[in-house]
């Protein structure tokens, strides 16, 4: 343990005490976690609107905040990768429940027939199509829970949040590119075997866009301001 | 390679970045649509078909809350998993300082942008609001309806 080095934090003047802010932030957070439920999703929605109207307030106090972009596409990023990993991890970790049965054999029925049609037959469980079951893994155990805590460490003004909601993001592009492959070349078992097909499954998953949207605008910000 | 290159270089890549967002998703939607055409199928609202479904069979109560639980304390170990290795192997250390602060005004937004793009920022912003109520809200609607549809 030679050659230690004190390293430098920098609290400067952007870690000064910000109460309002801070108890916006838990707004948020509850928010967050709320939507991460998915059945609690609406309630969700309203706190992160009062986490937003909280933060703006603080604002207006003269209380130092980051840009309410800023909020905004955190919590995005954060309410999107929080639906995306429970969601997923039901599937894997769950699939032998009635509930999880129930809801995913309507949600095939309806939008995706890889959902319902041979059910819990691979010796993992759940979806049955390989390359969907692959996606699931890759989701839970990687890109969406590294994207959660990125995503609230980036809200936070940490550097390495902000490093990995790039990571994660360029992940999340990768993913929905291999998805939609996946998707279309299964077509008669995914699509073709549901009620609305096509048009039910856009309808559901085009705002799931997150990556797309939050990439662009992250390479526009001044990456100095996360130096915590 | 001066500052103005990089920074006109840049602004250009983002605009391409954002453009990306558009392509990818009315090619991915024209795509489905060929597809599915080729497959004999049309939008997918009254041509769809479906395979026998199988009969639900949970743990009974105790069981499915059991099998709950664990998942609930599966998720979060993964997520602390995740927080504890990104916040250890990427904390500002000597060789990775964090810049020094440049003193500027924060309270302005501008102060937060490398590249200004306020036009680009605020289209983008509307999007991701519509975009956070629509995954919460329709990700919340799907049990309900599944219920209604299908039953418990």
């Known amino acids: ?228 | 390679m001066t500052e103005t290159d990089v920074l006109r270089g840049r602004r250009h890549a983002i605009y391409v970045l954002a453009a990306f967002c558009g392509v990818f998703f009315i090619g991915g939607i024209i795509m489905s649509y060929v597809v599915a055409a080729k497959y004999g199928y049309g939008t997918g609202f009254g041509d769809g078909r479906l395979a026998p479904v199988g009969t639900v069979k949970g743990q009974g109560f105790v069981g499915d809350s059991a099998i709950l639980g664990g998942a609930f304390v599966l998720d979060v170990g993964i997520l602390f998993a995740w927080y504890w290795l990104i916040s250890r192997l990427e904390a500002p250390a000597e060789d990775d300082p964090l810049p020094t602060d440049d003193g500027a005004d924060l309270s302005h937004d501008e102060n937060w942008y490398f590249i200004q793009v306020p036009k680009l920022t605020r289209i983008l912003v509307a999007i991701a609001v519509f975009c956070t109520a629509g995954v919460a809200i329709l990700g919340a609607s799907i049990l309900p309806v599944v219920l209604l549809r299908y039953g418990w």
């Open chain 1, 1 to 228: 343990m030679a050659n230690q080095t004190p390293v430098q934090v920098n609290p400067a003047k952007h870690s000064m005490t910000t109460p309002q802010s801070d108890k916006a932030d838990r707004w948020l957070l509850a928010g967050a976690l709320c939507c991460g439920t998915i059945i609690l999703g609406p309630l969700g929605l309203i706190l992160i609107a009062l986490g937003l109207v909280r933060l703006q307030r603080a604002r207006r106090l003269g209380e130092w905040a980051r840009p309410i972009a800023v909020t905004v596409f955190g919590m995005f990023a954060l309410v999107d990768a929080s639906i995306n990993f429970v969601g997923w991890s039901l599937d894997i970790f769950a699939h032998n429940t009635h509930m999880l049965q129930t809801m995913s054999g309507g949600w095939g029925r309806m939008v995706d027939g890889g959902y319902y049609y041979r059910y819990n037959s691979t010796w993992l469980g759940g979806v049955s199509d390989r390359a969907e079951k692959s996606f699931a893994m890759f989701a839970v155990f990687m890109i969406f829970p590294a994207r959660i805590v990125a995503a609230w460490a980036f809200i936070k003004l940490r550097r390495w949040g902000f490093r990995w909601m790039i990571l994660t993001g360029w992940a999340y592009v990768f993913l929905w590119v291999g998805y939609l492959s996946n998707l279309l070349l299964n077509f008669p078992e995914r699509f073709g075997n549901s009620l609305y097909g096509v048009t039910g499954w856009w309808i559901f998953d085009i705002f799931y866009m997150t990556p797309f949207l939050t990439l662009p605008w992250l390479y526009a910000l001044n990456r100095r301001r996360w130096n915590r």
